[in-house]
């Protein structure tokens, strides 16, 4: 009997990582762990209204079948004040609803590309993207960040990434790791990329309301759904980060640009949306509930992230041999240590030796070696002691 052929887009090398082996067997164990890797807020001991998040599920409307590719205009008006309070001005008819932003990407793949055609997206970044683009038979390219007292793009090497099979430049505002905003002048020198080459921007916003930037940085934190559109863009986002409700699998594309495009863009989104239908009716009706309660739990989770932040600054503070990178916005901060081995040996000896789970600079994408990426999400007494046995373990090997 033949062996069943599988697509080609699907032959991923699915070996689990010693690292990540190694942590599944400590967990099986019971062992304690560290865990500086911590992006889930719902397992991170926040205080969620239980019974108004619920009760919202409970819309008798929600049996009542009428659906909209692009969503119910209840929802998409939900997500309209968002940007409203963003300053942004959101037309309800270039808002579409998907249950996540993994789904609005790939969306937006089959909107703008054929097979074999390549998006750039910037790097170091979170490693989300590649099954997606595999999936959509879609090449990414990355293109450099480079850090010099704060993260900026690097213009050149950008464009000598764009091909003809080049059909968007994808960007996350704010960066995940690197926690930094895309600045207004690099936001124009991307659109006139776009521009020159016919290109559309996709941009990813779902850490935008977590600053950590001083008052007279709010220019940068604002949303790309605002302000001049002189090419295709797509704003993504969603409740996973903005309501921190990862569960309740929600999330939206703005569309914006230049009428023609534009209008050319609704029309096919809409028969995408419409071939998949993927929202279901109870979160539309639940979704303007929660945005409007985001602001509770944010407020929890930038005060723990803060308090963590001034933790680790403390923490380095009495010791050379460890240190961070600075941080706009997010969740996650950037460590530099020596490089004395391998990232994922130095992440492989924490977990072994201390149970701190923490990534490598690998993970994001960092080319070269001395980097690690905390989370500043987990519970501050976990955070504390593990970044302790980091600095006490790097000490050691350093000296």
């Not at 699915?14 to 397992?43: F, K, M, V, Y």
């Not at 309660?293 to 050379?320: F, K, P, W, Y």
Request: glycine share 8%; hydrophobic share 45%.
């Amino acid at each position: 009997m033949r062996l069943q052929r599988f697509s080609q887009r699907t032959g991923w090398d699915l070996t689990e990582t010693e690292w990540a082996r190694r942590l599944r067997e400590r967990r099986a164990a019971g062992l304690p762990i560290l865990d500086l890797t911590a992006s889930n807020p719902t397992h991170c001991g926040f205080d969620y209204d239980a019974q108004g998040t619920l009760a919202a599920l409970g819309n008798p409307a929600s049996l009542d079948y009428d659906p909209d590719p692009k969503g119910l205009r209840l929802a998409r008006a939900g997500v309209a004040g968002y940007y409203a309070d963003h300053g942004a001005t959101v037309d309800l008819e270039h808002v579409f609803l998907t249950t996540s932003t993994s789904e609005a990407y790939s969306f937006l793949f089959r909107l703008l590309c054929d097979p074999g055609d390549e998006v750039l997206i910037a790097q170091p970044s979170y490693p989300l993207f590649d099954f997606l683009a595999d999936l959509n038979d879609v090449r990414l390219v990355p293109y450099p960040l480079f850090y010099d007292c704060g993260w900026h793009l690097d213009p050149e090497a950008l464009r000598l990434r764009i091909t003809s099979r080049t059909r968007a430049i994808a960007v996350v505002h704010p960066n995940n790791p690197t926690g930094h905003f895309t600045k207004p002048a690099e936001r124009a020198v991307m659109e006139q990329l776009c521009a020159d080459h016919g290109l559309a921007l996709i941009v990813d916003e779902v850490f935008l309301d977590y600053s950590l930037a001083h008052r007279s940085a709010e220019t940068e934190a604002q949303s790309f759904a605002g302000g001049d559109h002189p090419v295709l863009t797509f704003v993504l986002s969603g409740l996973s980060k903005v309501a921190a409700l990862p569960q309740m699998k929600a999330a939206w594309i703005i569309c914006q640009g230049p009428t023609r495009d534009l209008q050319n863009a609704l029309e096919r989104l809409d028969v995408i949306a419409d071939t998949f239908l993927s929202m279901n009716a109870p979160i539309q009706w639940a979704l303007p509930h929660w945005m409007a309660g985001r602001a509770e739990i944010q407020a929890q989770i930038l005060a723990r992230v803060r308090t963590n932040l001034a933790t680790l600054d403390h923490q380095l503070g009495s010791q050379s041999v460890i240190s961070r990178l600075a941080i706009e916005a997010g969740w996650y901060v950037v460590l530099r240590i020596p490089a004395t081995q391998s990232d994922a040996q130095t992440a492989f000896s924490l977990l072994e030796q201390y149970g701190v789970a923490i990534h490598s600079g690998g993970f994001f994408g960092f080319r070269d070696t001395g980097w690690l990426g905390a989370s500043l999400l987990g519970v501050e007494s976990e955070f504390r002691n593990g970044i302790s046995q980091i600095a006490a373990h790097l000490k050691r090997i350093h000296d």
